[in-house]
């Protein structure tokens, strides 16, 4: 029995152990910031069906629709969910050697709607994203991977996923994409085109999701 008492104890203090750990852990975590605001806004993917039409347009339609629906704050389309990191590229400044960088292909309005911070400059601008306009942004780290202490804008970025070169516009905040216990990683974001067959939503609400169901 003495044994059996024993062990209990030692089980018990181990539980309490791991409990307190992990409890330290999600404190810890909800105190990380993510670099951007996530409160409020919902995602969903759409797939465009309307032949003859760029699913650009179809995109910028869709928007101005949900524009009009209760409780909306803002709106924004995106070839993935902000926080997956699908698609990655070859990038360069002038003849220096190429990086690997993740990218993302974003509408207007992307960061002022995921509520993500303007270090500098400016976000596409709706013409920018319609004709896949030769202008590029870039976060934080890939900023310093490309151009060091050097100011980005209006500097040139030649892209392998374009293959032309793109003039950068904006610097954004680093923003936690993997995960609030990963680093964020270098990110280039370009216009979205609709080469890429993939469409997501970002809806800035303050209704509930069931208005747009």
Do not use: C
Request: hydrophobic share 45%; glycine share 10%.
């Amino acid at each position: 029995r003495s044994f059996l008492v024993v062990a209990q104890v030692a089980i018990i203090l181990v539980l309490l152990t791991v409990g307190s750990l992990v409890g330290r852990s999600f404190v810890q975590a909800l105190r990380v910031d993510p670099g951007f605001q996530p409160e409020g806004v919902m995602t969903f993917h759409a797939t465009p069906t309307e032949v003859g039409k760029r699913w650009t347009t179809v995109a910028f339609d869709v928007r101005n629709l949900i524009r009009e629906l209760p409780g909306t704050e803002g709106v924004a389309f995106t070839s993935e969910s902000p926080l997956d990191e699908r698609y990655s590229g070859a990038f360069r400044v002038g003849d220096t050697r190429n990086r690997a960088f993740t990218y993302k292909l974003v509408g207007s309005d992307y960061f002022e709607t995921l509520g993500a911070r303007l270090v500098s400059g400016r976000s596409f601008t709706e013409d920018e994203v319609g004709r896949f306009g030769p202008v590029i942004m870039l976060n934080e780290r890939a900023a310093a991977y490309l151009f060091g202490s050097t100011d980005p804008l209006g500097r040139v970025v030649e892209s392998s996923v374009t293959g032309k070169g793109a003039t950068v516009v904006g610097i954004v905040k680093d923003m936690r994409i993997a995960g609030l216990d990963k680093e964020a990683p270098a990110v280039v974001y370009l216009p979205y085109s609709s080469f890429f067959r993939t469409l997501n939503f970002l809806v800035r609400t303050s209704a509930k999701p069931a208005v747009f169901t």
